[in-house]
């Protein structure tokens, strides 16, 4: 398995080995589905699949490491037999998990929405196995997080600390090369402070890293719409098209077959626009 270069555009499927995950299409929770759905994004174009075992949704139920790793254990698992070419990322901020998938399976990327705050012997995990590591910005837990959004400047807040905690990163070891931001969308911010932050998202990627996007089917999108994640599909093409014109390389998507469309053409003609 060769890693991709994140600095080009990549699309990341999302795997939710769980059963409360907030858009219902994407919980993959037996093998048989979690088989289907990592073929399905193979053959449409996925370039990383993203698999995790811990919801991360506003409200999600905490769950004990030994369930989350049989959870990713099972993923990883079906995902290396199915489409062992396919580079794997694993949405987790234990560091154990990535300890047991890399002794286990090789090289992943390391996905984790707490920036490494979460568990004090994560970026040394990281740094010592040599991972890419994506960093994402967010305000307390699943639990509380939604009660955590007054800013001074979401924009400013949000880019000075993912900018602060990145050179923290490399400083522990991480090269900087290996280390991609997540400005969280949907964790601790209000609908109006996402598009806020969707709007200059360039002095994100303006910073060198590699940014990372994920907007798929979430409630910025339904709020807006009054619908639902099932309902948001259009919403979803909209706003990662202007992810990309704003910088972002990755875009982490319930649906591939549509990001890979929209990035071919942005990639092809309007990239060096």
């Not at 995790?52 to 139920?61: E, F, I, L």
């Not at 990309?244 to 990001?259: C, F, P, S």
């Amino acid at each position: 398995m060769k890693l991709p270069d994140l600095h080009t555009i990549q699309i990341m499927a999302v795997v939710n080995i769980t059963n409360d995950s907030f858009y219902a299409g994407c919980r993959t929770i037996d093998s048989t589905l979690i088989e289907q759905r990592i073929v399905e994004a193979v053959n449409e174009g996925a370039t990383i699949l993203d698999i995790g075992g811990y919801s991360s949704r506003p409200g999600a139920v905490d769950i004990p490491l030994d369930e989350e790793w049989a959870r990713v254990d099972m993923g990883v698992g079906i995902a290396r037999r199915v489409a062992p070419d396919t580079p794997i990322s694993i949405d987790t901020f234990r560091s154990q998990i990535v300890f047991r998938a890399v002794e286990k399976y090789g090289e992943v990327i390391v996905n984790d929405i707490t920036a490494g705050e979460a568990d004090d012997q994560m970026i040394e995990c990281v740094a010592r196995l040599g991972l890419p590591y994506i960093i994402m910005h967010m305000r307390g837990t699943p639990q509380t997080m939604q009660r955590m959004t007054e800013y001074d400047d979401v924009v400013e807040q949000t880019v000075n600390y993912l900018t602060n905690r990145a050179s923290y990163i490399e400083s522990r070891g991480v090269r900087r090369d290996n280390i991609i931001l997540d400005p969280g969308f949907g964790f601790a911010k209000s609908v109006e402070q996402n598009y806020r932050l969707l709007a200059e998202l360039s002095k994100l990627s303006q910073t060198g890293y590699a940014v990372l996007a994920g907007l798929s089917r979430k409630s910025m999108i339904y709020k807006v719409l009054n619908s639902t994640p099932e309902q948001s599909l259009a919403g979803t093409i909209a706003l990662n098209w202007e992810a990309l014109r704003q910088g972002a390389t990755i875009l982490r998507v319930h649906d591939v077959k549509e990001a890979v469309q929209i990035a071919t053409i942005y990639d092809k003609g309007f990239k060096h626009l």
